[in-house]
């Protein structure tokens, strides 16, 4: 069965202290790994999709990297309004289109 | 320009009452899927509709769960004999592209059940 962890589980940071978060995957072949941020009482906002191992996307302070086992979301010098708890999902080949979620990181980022 | 949208944003049931959730997604998108996801959790995969097909329905927890999309554009996640364990956000995202080919999703805002 897939599986997507993601740690740590909740992170604190002060502004401009840049950090990384983790996600490990464990599956039979990878079609896409995407990256959301989710805001309280709101939904998954997509921000990027990765493919295959050595990919790296980035926007603003956000860069996400990917390998065969595990991708990481770096934070850049990160602001308060970077707060929000940060989704990883994994698509697995095979005609499985359904994304599987892993429990997120929770980013709290003090002025 | 409006993105996915669902209503009620928030739904309070007593235990044993039936509920009806909307989603209307983005003009045109072809895929639509329901998530539940509880507090402090990812997004669980419900169901998924393509046009007015429902493809998978093997998350549906229970047969008290149903949904549908007649006409392939809004649905709608009913819920029968509501239970405690219902409570939680139910989310509706949209895709633009067909299964095998799904990337993006765009995900509503959700509409938060609570059941008493």
């Known amino acids: 069965e897939d599986q997507v962890t993601q740690s740590p589980e909740a992170l604190r940071l002060q502004e401009g202290e840049s950090s990384s978060l983790n996600c490990s995957y464990t599956?039979?072949?990878?079609?896409?790994l995407f990256w959301y941020r989710q805001d309280p009482g709101k939904g998954p906002e997509f921000l990027f999709t990765?493919?295959?191992a050595g990919e790296e996307k980035e926007k603003e302070r956000l860069k996400a990297t990917l390998t065969k086992k595990e991708s990481f979301l770096h934070i850049t010098a990160p602001k308060p309004e970077d707060s929000a708890t940060y989704l990883c999902a994994v698509q697995a080949p095979g005609g499985s289109y359904i994304p599987t979620f892993g429990r997120g990181t929770s980013l709290i980022v003090h002025p | 320009g409006a993105g996915v949208s669902q209503s009620p944003r928030y739904k309070v049931a007593k235990r044993g009452q039936d509920v009806a959730l909307r989603c209307d997604p983005i003009?045109?998108?072809?895929?639509l899927f329901w998530y539940q996801q509880a507090l402090g959790q990812g997004p669980e995969f419900l169901t998924y509709f393509q046009n007015e097909a429902q493809l998978d329905k093997s998350g549906l927890p229970s047969d008290r769960f149903f949904a549908e999309r007649p006409e392939g554009s809004v649905s709608t996640l009913k819920i029968q004999r509501t239970q405690q364990e219902d409570s939680a956000v139910y989310l509706c995202?949209?895709?633009?592209?067909?299964?095998?080919?799904?990337?993006?999703?765009?995900f509503g805002p959700g509409t938060r059940l609570t059941v008493l």
């Open positions: 599956v039979s072949g990878l079609r896409g």
């Open positions: 990765l493919y295959s």
């Open positions: 995202a949209s895709s633009s592209k067909t299964s095998g080919n799904i990337d993006t999703q765009y």
């Open positions: 003009s045109g998108h072809v895929s």
